[in-house]
């Protein structure tokens, strides 16, 4: 079964900055998730790697960037300005093809990570 792995979560203090990796290729639709303890799943970016067209819930808007670099087949997260409210474990995802080229963080992905802990202290 297709796995993708991250990379590249830390202890940061608040207002520093971290980016993480995700070793993934062949999908159309890919985004970034957060798991807080205690708390639901979170869409946080997310990117139709064809048109590199890019989404962001407003929690992290102007705050990460989502981008791709199709050479080393890699997904990444850039994470600035980080809060302690940013503290969870960061997933990346991936959606198969079902008839439309809609990407959205909010849609159903069903290609998923282990996760990588990003923690942010105040």
């Known amino acids: 079964q297709v796995q993708l792995v991250e990379s590249g979560g830390g202890s940061v203090q608040a207002g520093g900055s971290l980016r993480l990796s995700c070793a993934v290729s062949g999908y159309y639709c890919m985004g970034w998730f957060r798991q807080a303890p205690g708390k639901e799943r979170e869409g946080v970016a997310s990117?139709?790697?064809?048109?590199?067209?890019?989404d962001y819930a407003d929690s992290v808007k102007g705050r990460f960037t989502i981008s791709q670099d199709n050479a080393k087949n890699t997904l990444y997260l850039q994470l600035n300005s980080l809060k302690p409210e940013d503290t969870a474990m960061y997933y990346c995802a991936a959606k198969t093809f079902r008839g439309s080229l809609r990407c959205h963080w909010g849609d159903d992905f069903d290609i998923w990570g282990q996760g990588t802990q990003v923690t942010v202290s105040s």
């Open positions: 990117i139709q790697t064809i048109s590199g067209s890019s």
